[in-house]
């Protein structure tokens, strides 16, 4: 599914449009804006650009001299899944929401919690979290630069994470030998385990799975219910992974730091439209993704507290092997792992592993 939409006016419908120049600043500038993802738009944080970033954006320009010329390629019209950030650095883009699970190495600090597997599974908890770390670690912010990004908030996370699959799963034993496919370092989350882990993205989940390319996934019930994994993986095992942190939005910061400040000021309160309408709609989701994906206590089973600590325990510390490279890589590592950890804790999150280096 893919799509390019162009909106030539911003704040006016059409007829304003046609007749209304001298409602119009005198001097009015048009500035052009290409927004893009490599998701289609069944996909909240695809939705919410068009649905609430854009309008806020716009909102925040009325009354000035400023108006945008909308460009959106979504579905790979533009850039492929994880390709996002190389349209931003080559110009191609001037916004976009980052997928950075998709790329664990380019942006290894924003990755912290796909690194700390197991923690809570309350999305507004990890994004607290993550926005901390943003305030108190420039590190986190600065990393975006290496890449001419500039981290504009509307941080989102991905709802708790769980374990979908062809066969039934009731403890780590029954992964033995099995193709399991999770999005980037999530792949780490099946060491010790006895199963196989591939690198996947939702984008050919489906067919992959129906193929036999493997046998389950590793994905959250908000993207499982639209992609309609339960037809090909209908066994569904709630493993309270935890929430992630899996992306933001982002500008060209060579392009961002040549434009007015009012539109820079729209651009950030935009994006915190975009988290905050996105967290809510996420949380109205979530329960009816569930009852499409696991319509029936047969197929589902929920891993007990112990079983959890014990699948925790098993991986080896790879929180602290992401820690140590992004430290050896000139990034404070181990500073937003401690950190991350201890903001975590203090609001008495529910970890099944205390991932900090002590």
Request: glycine share 10%; proline share 6%.
């Amino acid at each position: 599914m893919t799509r390019t939409i162009r909106r030539l006016m911003t704040g006016t419908a059409l007829a304003g449009a046609m007749g209304s120049a001298l409602a119009a600043p005198a001097m009015a500038e048009t500035i052009s804006i290409t927004v893009v993802n490599g998701h289609p738009p069944i996909f909240l944080w695809v939705k919410h650009l068009s649905e609430t970033f854009i309008p806020a954006v716009d909102a925040a320009l009325e009354g000035t001299e400023y108006s945008i010329d909308w460009t959106e390629a979504y579905g790979g019209s533009l850039a492929a899944v994880g390709g996002e950030l190389d349209a931003i650095e080559d110009g191609l883009a001037e916004i976009a929401v980052i997928p950075t699970v998709f790329m664990p190495n380019k942006l290894m600090l924003q990755n912290v919690t796909y690194n700390t597997p197991f923690g809570p599974a309350d999305a507004q908890q990890v994004m607290d979290a993550m926005e901390a770390l943003y305030d108190q670690i420039p590190g986190m912010a600065e990393s975006w630069n290496a890449y001419d990004a500039e981290y504009l908030g509307g941080g989102f996370a991905l709802d708790n994470y769980l374990l979908m699959t062809n066969f039934p799963v009731t403890s780590i034993d029954d992964l033995e030998g099995h193709r399991i496919a999770a999005p980037g370092p999530a792949v780490n989350w099946l060491e010790g385990t006895g199963a196989v882990g591939v690198a996947g993205n939702l984008t050919t989940y489906y067919n992959d799975l129906q193929t036999g390319v493997f046998d389950g996934v590793i994905v959250f019930p908000t993207a499982a219910a639209p992609a309609r994994l339960h037809e090909v993986a209908p066994y569904v095992t709630i493993t309270n992974f935890g929430a992630q942190s899996a992306g933001g939005v982002v500008a060209s910061q060579s392009w961002l730091e040549g434009q007015p400040q009012q539109v820079q000021d729209a651009l950030r309160a935009g994006a915190t439209a975009f988290q905050e309408a996105y967290i809510a709609e996420q949380a109205e989701r979530i329960t009816a993704a569930m009852a499409t994906i696991a319509p029936n206590d047969e197929n589902l089973h929920v891993l007990s507290p112990e079983e959890r600590a014990r699948w925790a325990a098993a991986l080896p510390d790879i929180a602290g092997t992401w820690a140590a490279a992004a430290d050896e890589a000139g990034l404070p590592g181990t500073e937003v792992l401690t950190t991350y950890v201890r903001t975590l804790q203090d609001a008495g999150a529910d970890l099944g592993r205390d991932w900090s280096q002590r």
